[in-house]
């Protein structure tokens, strides 16, 4: 049994309301487009946001970003301590990855493509470690950073891992299907931390910095261009989404859903 605290910092830094939880809805409608055991949707869901959330938490420390708040609530070291915060996180990376391997064990997978998801997880998490090292040096001015890379790193692996896991446990779940959610995912992914970007330019919070002192600022995709071409971005962010259901939709999938819900998560619907 976990200590209560502990416990506290867990429910606080993954259940918390203000949340937008689009990862794990948008793992649960690929499920329900290609089939795929809902129960074991729902897990794959939980999955992508418990190591959502693990990162968050995680960024948000002062070694890090040492961000004051996360969705208008103080950030969860600041909430309880930065030993706290460490520790929910890790708790969070072994939810994920316990979900995940139950999804695959109530959808009845293979080993073989049980073995390919897990795979596929572990690599999501090193590319998210890899975007925060980059997103950190950047923000140290070290090095020249690409902020689109950065997000591509730091938030469109998330999305693909949700787009592709329930897809991964479906029966109509073909490695030319799977791919081309992984694309679809990845530039969401994009289009959402281009969104996320400007709603902090408009709200003056991208001032942000890794150190106090640090005037370079933070990495970010939308920093070499203005409010218009972000706006573009996104949408060609959307364009390219969409056309790369292609391969979904040649297999019988109605896509007109994810679509819709791509729409929604970048701001279009």
């Keep these: 049994m976990l200590p209560k605290p502990l416990q506290d910092a867990i429910r606080y830094g993954s259940t918390e309301p203000q949340a937008s939880r689009w990862r794990a809805l948008l793992a649960l409608e690929v499920g329900r487009a290609l089939g795929t055991d809902p129960q074991a949707a729902l897990r794959a869901a939980v999955a992508a946001e418990a190591l959502h959330g693990a990162t968050l938490s995680i960024d948000d420390l002062p070694s890090m970003d040492d961000a004051a708040e996360r969705r208008g609530l103080p950030a969860m070291h600041r909430r309880f301590n930065e030993a706290m915060a460490i520790q929910a996180s890790l708790w969070l990376l072994g939810i994920s990855r316990t979900m995940m391997a139950s999804a695959a064990a109530t959808a009845g997978v293979p080993s073989p493509v049980a073995a390919g998801l ?21 923000s140290l001015g070290k090095v020249q950073v690409d902020g689109e890379h950065v997000a591509r790193l730091k938030c469109g692996r998330l999305f693909a891992l949700a787009a592709q896991a329930s ?31 400007l709603e902090d330019l408009a709200e003056d919070a991208a001032a942000s910095t890794w150190a ?19 706006h573009r971005a996104i949408d060609a962010c959307l364009e390219r989404a969409v056309m790369a259901l292609g391969p979904v939709a040649a297999a019988g999938v109605d896509v007109g859903p994810l679509v819709r819900m791509a729409g929604l998560i970048c701001g279009r619907g």
């Design 118 to 138: 897990a795979s596929l997880q572990q690599r999501t998490e090193d590319e998210l470690q890899i975007g925060q090292f980059m997103d950190m040096l950047g």
């Design 167 to 197: 897809a991964w446990l479906a029966p109509a779940g073909s490695p030319a299907v799977i791919a081309a959610l992984d694309r679809f995912g990845e530039e969401i992914g994009l289009a959402y931390q281009i969104k996320d970007d």
């Design 212 to 230: 106090a002192g640090d005037e370079r600022g933070r990495p970010t995709a939308c920093a070499a261009q203005d409010s218009a071409g972000a």
